[in-house]
Every structure is written in structure tokens, then in C-alpha cells.
């Protein structure tokens, strides 16, 4: 309990930590209720987690998805007698590890970050005895940001996290700023830390494929009728959501079409795409089956916004009336309809809108700071590969043209900074080439700039006049620091420009996107999708 006189010596929050036993159950729930009472002094929470620490002689194979696991190094292969920090603390270069199978490999926890929607079940198996230790986590309610932000997970220690609320790849904008006069109160959890065994001479990963069993045992009970705090309410004083998303987008369809598998989700009223910044309530989220039916089962009794977004489309869905849950709710919501942002028909385009940097070059990592489980998939996560730009354009910066370039070979996957010297870096600008045969003088021409991820970065459009004054500039964005923790996208960020036609020729055109800021390796953005647009049409 906190009062004044502790002051200066912890947080201004109660705690109250719980764990809970079920007879027959083999593992326990542990969650937390924080409260801030109004007239308490201000208060930043910027990361909270429940941290669980494992015999290290023991657990040394960890699993967090079914493609995602491994035999770790040891904790003492990180110290400074076995290994080589890098560009920053987390990651180490494995130089005289106890086991020479590791030597050469770069460690480092941001490697095994997911997504929230991923986070359901991830842990450790001891060889001897065969024991698995995991994590089950049935909801995501308590988390900010949606079902893209990521969390940590499990990396070496062996440590196994579970991440109630952090600012990783999205920054200070997800900070839970409390005021000196509200009222605040959250319940992180329940998660279940499940143990379970095998017999000598079975296969160690039957473990892992119990623990995903398990997890699907507990999502079906979920929300926990055995949870005794009233901060909790169980099934029947929850609510539920129900209705269709439609997309309508005129240059793909005169009708609307259905948002197959879109995100649909319950957060704070906002303004739309605001839930990616909402910390301090609960989010609920599903996506919409392939007629873009949904439900959403479970919700706390509040207000809330409907919010969606559509792999496939730009931009950002909001319902625009608030939606009120009581105890019991059972509301059918009918259909919605998305009008995804659109000006004109498209006059090229580079990537595909799905909030992720994925699907552009992602060079091979250098061959001295390796993590062996990426080689082969999910490359972005290895370490360094921001060098790799310098060296693929050692003189001059990316040029991208339409209807020649591929944007799955020729568009690195991120526009970082070049290294000049040991100690300074530069800006960088790419260029986009294009022919318009025709061009209207007296028109607005839209370029759409949706951006996966902005870390201290400030991006500058200029069209044709490489040295003219900007047309468009975002101002200082970003502090996911995406490109050194290995992710593909942050923040979600839109950005519409208008080009006016008379900037604009009839044959050759270059669009320069210019990178200003140049104070480390990390400062640069990731683009989810660029298009440019022609003139609206008259009405």
C-alpha cells in the first residue's frame, strides 16, 4: 500500500499480487490489481511484467511458437570473460561460450519478441528430468496497443516474462501517464504457469505440443469463473459484440466487398487508430471470418469504440458511436462499412498495405553476427542488418523504378542512416521514377506514405526539385526503435500529400523521399505501403 510517507521511495500505486491454486491443476494464476486513489502525486508507468527466473543447469531448450524454438546458450556465455557487447547492452556477441556450438552467434532477447496475438503459450523444457515450464497467457485484455504491439517473451537466463504493459516498439507514446488527481485501477491478468512431465525415453517436445493443448483448454474457460476479486467479473456479468465489416473502395469494387480478415476490436473511445496509444483500459479483438463476420466475446462492462483496419487497405475504421457493455449485453452491431481513403485510381504502387515492412528486401545477415534460428525464416530479426544498406549502396542511395524495379528485391526494407565515419552518420534519400503520360496542371495528385515504423526519424517529400524546399515533411516521428530490436513494423502511421499537377511532367517523374535525422544507426523509418493517385474524378 502506498501513502505519503514512502514517498520517496516507491511508486504511487497500491499493489495487490495474487496466486491462485486449483486442486487438480498442475501449475497456478498469478495477476495483479494497480490502483492510483485521486489526490496521489503523478505517475509513469512505461513497462510492468512478471518475470519468472528457471534453474539454468536444467531449462536450456526454449519454445515460443512452433517455428520459434531452440537450445539456448548459457547466462554466463553473455559476461564479458565469454562474450562482446555490441551496438547496445541486449545484444552480445558469443565469443568463448561454454559450449563451442554457440561461438559466433549473436545474443540478444529482442530476437524473440512477439506479437501480442501470438503470445499464448511459450516456455522452456529441462532434458533431465523432462519437465516443461510455460507460460499460458488466455487473453490479451489487459495489454495496450492491439493485437500488433509486441512483447517480449523468453530469451536467456533462462528467463521466462510475461510483459503486462511495455513502451518496446512503440516508445514514450504508450507511456500510462497518470494525472495527481485520477482515479486509476487495472487488473493485469491472469496468466497460468503450467508444469508439466514425461517419462524417460519419450520425445521432449510432446511437452510443448501438451502446453499448446493446455492453452487452448484455458482460452475456452476464459474468463475465469474462480477468480474471487470483484476488479474481475466473470463470464455472466461480461458482454459480446457481434456484426459484419464491409470495405467499400470504388477502384476495386463499385459494391462493397467483405473485409476478410480484418482486426475488429473494443478499446477507450478515441479517434480512429487511437487504440495503438490506449494504456491505461482494455482492449478486446478478433478478426472477421471470410465474409467478414465477427464477434467479440467477453467484454468488460464500459464504454467503448468500435475500431477495425483491413489487410489489403490504407488507413483506419472507427464506428462512430460509442458502444455501451453492461452486464449481459448481447449486441448485434449489423454491418459496417469501411470507405478506405482513396482520391483518384492508382497511378503505381510499391508493397502491399498490411502494416509491415515484410514483404521488401531483407538482406542476409552478415556472417558474423548470425542467430542460427533466423537463417532461413523470419529474417529481419537478425542483428546488424541496418549496416547492410551502407554496403549494398556504398556511393549512392536506393533508386526505385515503376514497372522495372521489384519491390521484393529492390526496396530495402528499411530507409536507415549511411555511417560516414566511425562516429558520424548522414541522411539518406530514395528515389521513385515513374512515367505519367498524361498529366492534369490544375489537379491535386495524392501520394499515400504508410509507414510500419518511424524511430526518431524525419521524412521530407520533394517531387522532381531535388534541392527545392520540401513539399511535405512529417516533423521529428517515432521512438519504436524498431530497426535495432529486429521487429518489421511499430507504429502504424498514415500520411496523405497532395502533389499539385503543375509540379508534376507528361514522360519522366522522380519522387525523393529524404531521411533527415542522422544522429545513429537506428534513426529511420519503415514503409508499409506507398501509392500515388491520380486527380479525383469530376463530380
Same mark, same amino acid.
Given at each position: 500500500?502506498?501513502?505519503?510517507?514512502?514517498?520517496?521511495?516507491?511508486?504511487?500505486?497500491?499493489?495487490?499480487?495474487?496466486?491462485?491454486?486449483?486442486?487438480?491443476?498442475?501449475?497456478?494464476?498469478?495477476?495483479?490489481?494497480?490502483?492510483?486513489?485521486?489526490?496521489?502525486?503523478?505517475?509513469?508507468?512505461?513497462?510492468?511484467?512478471?518475470?519468472?527466473?528457471?534453474?539454468?543447469?536444467?531449462?536450456?531448450?526454449?519454445?515460443?511458437?512452433?517455428?520459434?524454438?531452440?537450445?539456448?546458450?548459457?547466462?554466463?556465455?553473455?559476461?564479458?570473460?565469454?562474450?562482446?557487447?555490441?551496438?547496445?547492452?541486449?545484444?552480445?556477441?558469443?565469443?568463448?561460450?561454454?559450449?563451442?556450438?554457440?561461438?559466433?552467434?549473436?545474443?540478444?532477447?529482442?530476437?524473440?519478441?512477439?506479437?501480442?496475438?501470438?503470445?499464448?503459450?511459450?516456455?522452456?523444457?529441462?532434458?533431465?528430468?523432462?519437465?516443461?515450464?510455460?507460460?499460458?497467457?488466455?487473453?490479451?485484455?489487459?495489454?495496450?496497443?492491439?493485437?500488433?504491439?509486441?512483447?517480449?517473451?523468453?530469451?536467456?537466463?533462462?528467463?521466462?516474462?510475461?510483459?503486462?504493459?511495455?513502451?518496446?516498439?512503440?516508445?514514450?507514446?504508450?507511456?500510462?501517464?497518470?494525472?495527481?488527481?485520477?482515479?486509476?485501477?487495472?487488473?493485469?491478468?491472469?496468466?497460468?504457469?503450467?508444469?508439466?512431465?514425461?517419462?524417460?525415453?519419450?520425445?521432449?517436445?510432446?511437452?510443448?505440443?501438451?502446453?499448446?493443448?493446455?492453452?487452448?483448454?484455458?482460452?475456452?474457460?476464459?474468463?475465469?469463473?474462480?477468480? +474471487?476479486? /470483484?476488479?474481475?467479473? &466473470?463470464?455472466?456479468?461480461?458482454?459480446?459484440?457481434?456484426?459484419?465489416? *464491409?470495405?467499400? @473502395? !470504388? #477502384?476495386?469494387?463499385?459494391?462493397?466487398?467483405?473485409?476478410?480478415?480484418?482486426?475488429?476490436?473494443?478499446?477507450?473511445?478515441?479517434?480512429?487508430?487511437?487504440?495503438?496509444?490506449?494504456?491505461?483500459?482494455?482492449?478486446?479483438?478478433?478478426?472477421?471470418?471470410?465474409?467478414?463476420?465477427?464477434?467479440?466475446?467477453?467484454?468488460?462492462?464500459?464504454?467503448?469504440?468500435?475500431?477495425?483496419?483491413?489487410?489489403?487497405?490504407?488507413?483506419?475504421?472507427?464506428?462512430?458511436?460509442?458502444?455501451?457493455?453492461?452486464?449481459?449485453?448481447?449486441?448485434?452491431?449489423?454491418?459496417?462499412?469501411?470507405?478506405?481513403?482513396?482520391?483518384?485510381?492508382?497511378?503505381?504502387?510499391?508493397?502491399?498495405?498490411?502494416?509491415? +515492412?515484410? /514483404?521488401?528486401?531483407? &538482406?542476409?545477415?552478415?556472417?558474423?553476427?548470425?542467430?542460427?534460428?533466423? *537463417?532461413?525464416? @523470419? !529474417? #529481419?530479426?537478425?542483428?546488424?542488418?541496418?549496416?547492410?544498406?551502407?554496403?549494398?549502396?556504398?556511393?549512392?542511395?536506393?533508386?526505385?523504378?515503376?514497372?522495372?524495379?521489384?519491390?521484393?528485391?529492390?526496396?530495402?526494407?528499411?530507409?536507415?542512416?549511411?555511417?560516414?565515419?566511425?562516429?558520424?552518420?548522414?541522411?539518406?534519400?530514395?528515389?521513385?521514377?515513374?512515367?505519367?503520360?498524361?498529366?492534369?496542371?490544375?489537379?491535386?495528385?495524392?501520394?499515400?506514405?504508410?509507414?510500419?515504423?518511424?524511430?526518431?526519424?524525419?521524412?521530407?517529400?520533394?517531387?522532381?526539385?531535388?534541392?527545392?524546399?520540401?513539399?511535405?515533411?512529417?516533423?521529428?516521428?517515432?521512438?519504436?526503435?524498431?530497426?535495432?530490436?529486429?521487429?518489421?513494423?511499430?507504429?502504424?502511421?498514415?500520411?496523405?500529400?497532395?502533389?499539385?499537377?503543375?509540379? *508534376?511532367?507528361?514522360?519522366?517523374?522522380?519522387?525523393?523521399?529524404?531521411?533527415?535525422?542522422?544522429?545513429?544507426?537506428?534513426?529511420?523509418?519503415?514503409?508499409?505501403?506507398?501509392?500515388?493517385?491520380?486527380?479525383?474524378?469530376?463530380?
Amino acid at each position: 500500500m502506498w501513502n505519503s510517507s514512502l514517498e520517496a521511495k516507491v511508486v504511487p500505486l497500491n499493489f495487490d499480487k495474487r496466486y491462485v491454486m486449483l486442486r487438480g491443476s498442475s501449475g497456478f494464476y498469478t495477476y495483479a490489481i494497480y490502483e492510483h486513489l485521486r489526490g496521489w502525486p503523478a505517475f509513469d508507468l512505461d513497462n510492468t511484467r512478471i518475470v519468472f527466473k528457471l534453474t539454468r543447469q536444467k531449462f536450456r531448450y526454449m519454445a515460443i511458437a512452433d517455428n520459434r524454438q531452440r537450445y539456448m546458450p548459457l547466462p554466463e556465455d553473455r559476461s564479458p570473460e565469454r562474450g562482446q557487447t555490441l551496438a547496445y547492452p541486449e545484444a552480445v556477441l558469443l565469443v568463448h561460450p561454454v559450449e563451442p556450438e554457440f561461438e559466433g552467434e549473436v545474443d540478444d532477447k529482442y530476437a524473440y519478441s512477439c506479437e501480442s496475438k501470438d503470445i499464448g503459450v511459450h516456455g522452456w523444457i529441462s532434458a533431465d528430468p523432462l519437465i516443461g515450464f510455460w507460460q499460458i497467457t488466455p487473453s490479451n485484455e489487459f495489454r495496450t496497443g492491439g493485437p500488433l504491439k509486441q512483447f517480449l517473451t523468453s530469451h536467456v537466463g533462462p528467463t521466462n516474462l510475461g510483459v503486462m504493459h511495455s513502451t518496446h516498439y512503440a516508445g514514450a507514446d504508450v507511456t500510462i501517464k497518470i494525472g495527481p488527481n485520477e482515479p486509476w485501477k487495472k487488473v493485469y491478468g491472469p496468466v497460468f504457469a503450467y508444469v508439466n512431465s514425461l517419462s524417460d525415453g519419450r520425445d521432449p517436445l510432446s511437452l510443448w505440443k501438451d502446453a499448446k493443448k493446455q492453452m487452448m483448454n484455458e482460452v475456452h474457460k476464459w474468463p475465469y469463473d474462480f477468480i +474471487a476479486s /470483484e476488479d474481475f467479473p &466473470p463470464s455472466k456479468q461480461r458482454g459480446s459484440v457481434g456484426g459484419r465489416l *464491409l470495405v467499400l @473502395e !470504388r #477502384y476495386v469494387s463499385n459494391a462493397t466487398i467483405s473485409a476478410e480478415g480484418a482486426y475488429v476490436g473494443l478499446a477507450a473511445p478515441g479517434e480512429a487508430g487511437s487504440w495503438q496509444l490506449e494504456s491505461k483500459g482494455y482492449q478486446f479483438w478478433t478478426k472477421t471470418d471470410e465474409g467478414g463476420n465477427f464477434t467479440i466475446n467477453g467484454i468488460r462492462p464500459g464504454d467503448y469504440n468500435l475500431y477495425a483496419w483491413v489487410p489489403g487497405f490504407i488507413g483506419d475504421y472507427k464506428f462512430n458511436s460509442v458502444i455501451n457493455i453492461n452486464s449481459g449485453s448481447n449486441i448485434d452491431i449489423g454491418d459496417l462499412v469501411y470507405e478506405a481513403p482513396r482520391n483518384g485510381s492508382t497511378l503505381w504502387e510499391i508493397g502491399f498495405p498490411d502494416r509491415s +515492412a515484410a /514483404e521488401f528486401y531483407i &538482406p542476409d545477415a552478415n556472417p558474423k553476427y548470425i542467430n542460427k534460428l533466423y *537463417l532461413k525464416q @523470419e !529474417r #529481419y530479426r537478425q542483428y546488424g542488418l541496418w549496416e547492410r544498406y551502407a554496403e549494398l549502396y556504398p556511393k549512392a542511395d536506393l533508386v526505385f523504378t515503376v514497372g522495372k524495379s521489384n519491390h521484393t528485391t529492390d526496396w530495402f526494407f528499411a530507409q536507415v542512416t549511411r555511417k560516414k565515419d566511425n562516429t558520424t552518420y548522414e541522411g539518406t534519400t530514395w528515389q521513385i521514377k515513374f512515367l505519367l503520360d498524361e498529366v492534369d496542371e490544375r489537379a491535386a495528385y495524392k501520394l499515400r506514405l504508410a509507414l510500419a515504423t518511424a524511430n526518431v526519424a524525419e521524412l521530407e517529400v520533394r517531387v522532381n526539385e531535388p534541392n527545392a524546399n520540401p513539399l511535405f515533411s512529417t516533423g521529428e516521428i517515432g521512438k519504436d526503435n524498431t530497426i535495432a530490436r529486429h521487429g518489421i513494423h511499430g507504429l502504424y502511421r498514415l500520411f496523405n500529400v497532395d502533389i499539385p499537377g503543375a509540379q *508534376l511532367l507528361i514522360g519522366k517523374n522522380t519522387i525523393f523521399l529524404t531521411q533527415t535525422a542522422s544522429n545513429s544507426p537506428f534513426q529511420g523509418v519503415m514503409y508499409d505501403y506507398i501509392r500515388l493517385e491520380g486527380p479525383a474524378p469530376p463530380h
